[in-house]
């Protein structure tokens, strides 16, 4: 018999193994897609947990536990399941998902070396991205190394997003700034870097967001977003937001989407110290035929038209959702796009079209060292 304290412990220890597990029992970001034959083991565990309806659950919904997976999804109410995320600073990693009684829209984050790792599960919990997440950046051709691991610069979760910034420093004039966001209700994830250096040269940076095993990038043949599509059939929408729609928009432009024989490459270069890459990428198969378009939005500021060295910002939609996304990469100062104002550093709002406002969903107040 353990001490209730123990009891108690034994049950947010296990709450914790759910939240890292894929849906057949695997570990997430652990080799291998084999089931192990650990239910047992699990199972009696909870039994010397402080057992309670919700911890049941919700080592069913993981997979990780004993009963009918979708005889607890019908029994279960949302609100009696614990939170899906979970966050340490200090093991320097991330676990975000929608809902406990989805497979799909989660997302592993380890950040705790010099290169990140990630994995990103979508439709009916299979893996669609898979492996280290990986930034270059050059000046004038040359590679400027990475100095030191990545470190949070923000972090916040509510019931809509999960939002993580990271930064890392890349030789002595450079810094990258890796945001990544879970929308839950949309199961929608967004991945970007943004590039700020501080000496004038030829700057690129190239952001290898890689592919799991057996899924493959489709481009379209026209415009210029593409779709995951996995072993099993199903189509995943990306949309890279740095990049005009239309292909013929993209002339001798230095920005591309491109698939290598593991990773999904986007690059910039050019002769601006400051880029961002954005991909927003469906985690649902349930959308792709969902009309959706996306547009870089003009941003003012003090009746003058800024640079996309300075600031930029998109419009976003699939189907009937429509979001605005704004990104300060020079000094923050009270900027406009789309009838959204903001001082902020970064911005995410949910458009209104009938109203004609914005409803704010992230708002990351202004960093001075940028």
């Known amino acids: 018999d353990w001490y209730a304290p123990q009891r108690k412990a034994i049950a947010g220890l296990l709450k914790h193994a759910a939240r890292w597990s894929r849906p057949d029992g695997t570990q997430l970001l652990g080799l291998g897609n084999k089931p192990t034959r650990t239910k047992s ?5 909870v039994g ?3 057992k309670t309806q919700s911890l049941t659950a919700t080592m069913t919904l993981a997979g990780i536990g004993q009963g009918s997976r979708s005889e607890t999804r019908r029994k279960i109410r949302p609100e009696k399941l614990p939170a899906t995320t979970h966050y340490s600073d200090t093991a320097a990693c991330v676990s975000m998902q929608s809902d406990w009684r989805e497979k799909g829209a989660k997302l ?4 705790s070396d010099v290169n990140i790792c990630l994995e990103a599960l979508g439709p009916k919990g299979q893996s669609l991205l898979a492996g280290e997440w990986i930034s270059r950046v050059e000046l ?12 949070e610069v923000c972090w916040f979760t509510d019931d809509d997003v999960d939002y993580l910034e990271l930064e890392a420093q890349f030789g002595q004039h450079a810094r990258v700034q890796r945001q990544t966001i879970l929308f839950r209700e949309e199961r929608l994830l967004l991945l970007a870097d943004s590039l700020l250096a501080d000496a004038d040269g ?5 952001s290898g ?10 481009p379209a043949k026209k415009t210029t977003e593409g779709f995951i599509e996995t072993a099993s059939g199903a189509r995943c929408l990306c949309l890279p937001l740095f990049l005009p729609e239309w292909r ?7 920005l591309s ?18 880029q961002f890459l954005a991909t927003c990428i469906q985690l649902t198969n349930a959308n792709h035929r969902q009309q959706f378009t996306w547009r870089q939005l003009t941003v003012g500021e003090e009746l003058r038209i800024v640079g996309p060295d300075e600031a930029v910002a998109f419009r976003v939609q699939i189907g009937q959702d429509q979001w605005v996304i704004y990104r300060s990469l020079a000094p923050a100062t009270r900027r406009t796009a789309l009838g959204m104002h903001t001082a902020a550093d970064f911005y995410i709002g949910r458009f209104d079209a009938d109203e004609g406002d914005v409803d704010t969903i992230v708002e990351v107040e202004a960093c001075s060292q940028i």
Do not use: M
């Open 48 to 50: 010397q947990a402080k």
């Open 140 to 151: 004038n051709g040359q590679a400027e190394l990475q100095l030191g691991e990545w470190e």
């Open 257 to 274: 989407l491109t698939a290598g024989e593991e990773p999904l490459i986007a690059r910039a270069e050019g002769p601006a110290r400051r």
């Open 41 to 45: 083991v699990w199972s009696a565990l």
């Open 202 to 206: 030829s700057w690129a940076i190239q």
């Open 209 to 218: 967001i890689p592919l799991a095993a057996g899924c493959e990038y489709q």
């Open 248 to 254: 013929r928009s993209l002339h001798d432009r230095p």
């Open 108 to 111: 592993a984050l380890d950040f």
